[in-house]
């Protein structure tokens, strides 16, 4: 196995932090302090076809391999994990499941104005009574005629303020468990369709989470992704795409903290020296720095394994579980290494604290990814 990335890979990460150094890092702070959505930022990421990097280059989009993607969403991560956020989120579970399920028609309809941005994606799963359990959705799509009409609310939504096209798991067969839900893809225009307020989050406070309603919204059966009630599956395996983007988001996070650290070490005066000059600051930017490469490996491996056409689930739910584990200890860390300042909003670090921990709840909580690999293990033959 070649541990070494590939021309295209480094390419990728060139331009990717180029453009966020460049054109996201002068407004982070004030976006995430306003809590704003920076339309003026989308619009360049649009041309650069960051929201068609899972989509093929025949719908408009990049069509890049998975490692190529990880590594995009880890560098805009790195300098926003809000936009890094809605990147990941539009293109790995907005976009994937049509074009992994959808007709030949729903395709042509839909992927071109997803990876040209002018619509981004949301994924509606998680209901006040549904979140990690998935079979519990309540949203109710009751068939007439050529017609569904959906009644229900989707709750905790990422890109819920802004998106264009979003996949809703409602329940068609109700009497069926197996076969209990189905997908459909709602557009924003549909009457019924309406979007709740912004919610006030901790982290990620560029990215506008909300909730979303559907009363009596009516889409056309052609709209239903898949077949009626095939929900689990298709969110099973959004979700096992997804789990590699927000794994590669949170390694974005600590990559960011863990520099911001090694910075802060070797410019800190304390006792006359540099406190990098200390075992203890020593020791920690030693766990920091194994504890990123250990993350990013088992990243590489979920995506290399999907770029094969492998089975990937297990493999993807460790790289998100240890991904967003490291996150939040790499930015613990950070603040601890930053000491009183750290604990400031003049410095990047308390973002990156504020922002890591969610990576351990949001496509799949810690306690669930655990609950994947496990069922892996216990599957093995003895």
């Known amino acids: 196995m070649d541990f070494n990335p590939c021309l295209k890979h480094k390419l990728v990460r060139k331009s990717v932090r180029e453009f966020a150094e460049a054109e996201i890092a002068p407004l982070v702070y004030d976006l995430d302090r306003e809590a704003r959505f ?52 539009h293109n790995s579970v907005g976009a994937y499941p049509i074009v992994r399920f959808g007709t030949d028609a729903q395709k042509k309809r839909f992927l071109p104005a997803l990876a040209s941005g002018e619509r981004i994606g949301a994924f509606c799963l998680t209901e006040a009574n549904a979140g990690s359990d998935a079979g519990g959705v309540e949203t109710f799509a009751q068939q007439e005629g050529d017609s569904y009409v959906i009644n229900g609310t989707k709750i905790f939504v990422t890109n819920g303020g802004v998106c264009g096209t979003a996949l809703v798991f409602a329940v068609t067969h109700p009497e069926d468990p197996r076969r209990r839900a189905g997908v459909f893809i709602v557009e924003k225009d549909t009457p019924g369709f309406s979007v709740g307020e912004i919610e006030d989050l901790c982290g990620m406070r560029a990215n506008p989470v909300s909730s979303l309603f559907f009363e009596d919204c009516r889409v056309p059966g052609t709209h239903l992704l898949g077949r009626s009630g095939d929900g689990i599956k298709i969110g099973l395996a959004a979700l096992d795409t997804g789990r ?43 766990d920091m720095a194994t504890e990123i490469d250990a993350g990013r490996l088992l990243l ?83």
């Open 38 to 89: 920076p339309w003026e930022i989308i619009e360049k990421m649009r041309p650069l076809n960051f929201f068609g990097l899972q989509i093929p280059r025949a719908y408009g989009g990049a069509g890049i391999d998975t490692i190529s993607y990880a590594v995009a969403i880890e560098e805009l991560s790195r300098v926003s994990a809000a936009l890094g956020l809605c990147v990941t989120v």
């Open 244 to 286: 590699i983007g927000i794994a590669a988001q949170a390694l974005g996070i600590a990559q960011a903290a863990f520099e911001a650290s090694v910075r802060y070490a070797k410019e800190r005066q304390q006792f006359g020296k540099p406190i990098a000059a200390f075992q203890t600051i020593q020791n920690y930017l030693a």
């Open 300 to 382: 590489y491996r979920a995506c290399a394994r999907k770029d094969a056409g492998k089975p990937f689930g297990p493999e993807a739910a460790k790289a998100k579980l240890y991904c967003s584990r490291l996150s939040t200890r790499v930015a613990d860390q950070a603040v601890q290494i930053h000491g009183g300042y750290g604990y400031s909003k003049e410095y990047d670090v308390e973002r990156y604290y504020r922002d890591a921990k969610v990576t351990e709840i949001y496509e799949g909580t810690s306690e669930v990814q655990r609950m994947v690999i496990s069922r892996a293990v216990l599957s093995q033959p003895a």
